[in-house]
């Protein structure tokens, strides 16, 4: 008789490895053998030092393909000397389980590693399942599920829907899943003025007057009232620098940044269209010249409510006794990149102690997480 996968085992063996991006930590490799054990087939899909992995049990191609895409990088662990334990001790002291990734997301990995090698043991599926782990979701992004994504495709590989693994109850295990994310983007403002002393303002273009008002007009400039899953749009001015340390003369540049959450009313090109136009009012009124950069994390996305969601939903409130509340609050996940490929929710822990000194769960929440997962791959296969 085959042993089931013990998740909070799982989930301590992954925290034991240092895996803080960009660095594998040996967490990839840990994984690739308990998966390969169950009968997967996996492969390394690293790109520019990027480590990932990619995992199927099943048939390629097949009609039924059901994806779960998480991380095993973390974030760094700030002043080790403030931890109550190990940050890489995957200590577990009580009921909680303590260390970097405890739940943002190793456990999350784990759980649902344990899960699919219990199931396809069990009752092997007539279908697919995909496992497809980064190590980069902690940094830029850039080479991580996207590098995934882009293997698959040149591959021929595919996900029928996918699973993201992030935490995402705030307070209690079931009471929140993700169907959407705002979308994110970053704008750099650079002012062109005339420097001049401060006594003669006349003789010069303050930068400073001009960037003050065009941050105090985008600002003060609500961008929408919510939509019909997702709460308002938001504008953040996060920086106005100029670097000037002289009293008496105003500066030539100066320079400023904000940041937008933005829901489905709008697209990350329509809202620089709108910071360009505004600009060019505030140009044309003080003659100061503005140059504007954009960065996009990612455009806002809905899965909306269907069978997927309802399958998922319904898994969470039959191991939970709650009903989730269909959520697109919060930062961004790979689940924007993934909802190119197929349709994508997300469904994890709670993310309550994520990025903080002694991170932790707590051990029941993963021993849960594991029967919920396996129940969405149970229903998803009848």
């Not at 059901?66 to 009580?94: Q, R």
Request: charged fraction near 20%; include cysteine; charge should be negative.
């Amino acid at each position: 008789m085959t042993l089931s996968v013990d998740p909070v085992r799982l989930s301590a063996d992954l925290i034991r490895c240092p895996s803080v991006t960009p660095e594998e930590g040996g967490a990839l490799v840990l994984l690739q053998g308990v998966l390969e054990g169950a009968g997967f087939e996996c492969h390394r899909v690293d790109r520019n030092g990027t480590p990932n992995l990619f995992a199927r049990w099943g048939r390629k191609g097949s009609n039924r393909t059901f994806g779960f895409n998480g991380h095993t990088d973390v974030v760094p662990v700030g002043d080790a000397a403030a931890w109550t334990h190990d940050p890489f001790g995957g200590e577990i002291e009580g009921d909680w389980l303590w260390g970097r990734g405890a739940t943002d997301m190793k456990s999350g990995v784990a759980a649902f590693v344990a899960a699919a090698v219990d199931f396809v043991r069990e009752t092997p599926p007539d279908g697919a399942i995909v496992v497809a782990i980064t190590g980069d979701e902690e940094g830029p992004g850039t080479d991580g599920t996207v590098a995934l994504l882009d293997w698959m495709r040149t591959e021929g590989e595919q996900m029928s829907v996918c699973l993201v693994g992030e935490p995402t109850c705030p307070e209690r295990m079931g009471e929140m899943m993700k169907i959407g994310r705002r979308g994110s983007m970053t704008v750099h403002f650079e002012a062109h003025g005339v420097q001049g002393h401060s006594a003669y303002p006349h003789r010069a273009k303050n930068p400073l007057h001009a960037l003050v008002q065009l941050m105090d007009r985008v600002a003060s400039h609500p961008l929408d009232r919510g939509t019909d899953h997702f709460d308002a749009s938001t504008l953040a001015v996060t920086t106005i620098d100029t670097g000037n340390p002289a009293s008496n003369v105003i500066p030539a540049r100066a320079r400023a940044t904000v940041n937008i959450r933005f829901n489905d009313a709008h697209t990350s090109a329509s809202l620089a269209d709108w910071l360009k136009a505004e600009a060019a009012k505030v140009a044309a009124e003080t003659g100061v010249r503005f140059a504007l950069s954009v960065e996009v994390s990612g455009e806002s996305f809905l899965t909306p409510p269907g069978d997927f969601v309802r399958l998922v939903a319904g898994s969470v409130r039959a191991e939970t006794g709650v009903e989730p509340v269909l959520s697109t609050s919060g930062g961004t996940s790979d689940a924007r990149f993934v909802k190119d490929h197929c349709a994508v929710v997300e469904f994890g822990l709670v993310g309550k102690t994520m990025h903080q000194v002694d991170e932790r769960v707590e051990l029941a929440q993963i021993t849960q997480l594991k029967a919920v997962y396996g129940r969405i791959l149970r229903d998803y296969f009848a």
